[in-house]
């Protein structure tokens, strides 16, 4: 299977810093690389899908770059909704294989 | 706006079988994929399966033996039976729409709706 490794595992800030997180995959994926964002007990949420695009509805504050085997989630400007596990997800091949997840704390 | 709920038994007992079904409201369950993914404390996030409304499935390698995912459009429903179950297979379960995204160079996919998920614990 695909190898997803996400940095860090858990990050802290505070309302308004900019946060990013890194995705590898453990050989290229082309671009094919979804992040999801998660709160307890909710469905989680996707942000960004083929790398860089942003769905419908996700505020502009995030946005996704990357391609081949490196990507990364940026977030600016941090609002307090936004503290909660993010997780990337490789679909270029099956399984589709998700990152362990980045728990982001207020500090 | 479409939304998924995922119902079944919260408990089940070793080597038995576990079934949950996946009720889509709010759109119709044809023209799409739909998927079941798990996240267990132990492995993160796995995605189990998924299956086109046409009844059409593909599956996990890892659980392929034992996984059936089947799809009944009149009821815009889709479910997941996992068999021989054991402790590994305590997690919780969701349900997701899968969503297409074409260019001239790619095809990509991604899960657009999901449902809040259920817990299942395997346990005698």
């Known amino acids: 299977d695909m190898q997803m490794t996400q940095s860090p595992s858990s990050l802290s800030a505070s309302v308004g810093d900019r946060v990013t997180i890194t995705c590898r995959a453990s050989?290229?994926?082309?671009?094919?690389l979804n992040w999801y964002q998660h709160q307890p007990g909710q469905a989680p949420k996707l942000l960004i899908y083929?790398?860089?695009s942003l769905q419908s509805g996700v505020p502009s504050r995030f946005s996704g770059s990357g391609s081949g085997t490196d990507f990364t989630l940026t977030i600016n400007s941090l609002h307090p909704e936004d503290f909660a596990t993010y997780y990337c997800?490789?679909?270029?091949?099956?399984?589709?294989?998700f990152g362990q997840g980045t728990r982001l704390e207020i500090k | 706006q479409v939304q998924l709920q995922e119902s079944g038994p919260g408990l089940v007992k070793p080597s038995e079988t576990l079934s949950l079904t996946c009720t889509v409201s709010?759109?119709?369950?044809?023209?799409?994929?739909w998927t079941w993914i798990r996240q267990s404390q132990g492995t993160g996030l796995d995605w189990i399966g998924y299956i086109f409304y046409t009844g059409s499935a593909d599956y996990n390698p890892s659980l392929k033996s034992r996984v059936t995912i089947s799809i009944d459009t009149s009821k815009n429903q889709f479910s997941l039976k996992l068999s021989s179950v054991t402790a590994a297979d305590t997690a919780v379960y969701f349900c997701a729409r899968v969503g297409q995204y074409r260019t001239a160079t790619a095809h990509h996919y991604f899960m657009d709706v999901w449902g809040k998920g259920t817990t299942v614990a395997v346990s005698s």
């Open positions: 997800q490789q679909t270029y091949s099956i399984p589709g294989t």
């Open positions: 709010g759109g119709s369950i044809s023209s799409y994929y």
């Open positions: 083929a790398a860089s």
């Open positions: 050989q290229s994926i082309r671009t094919n």
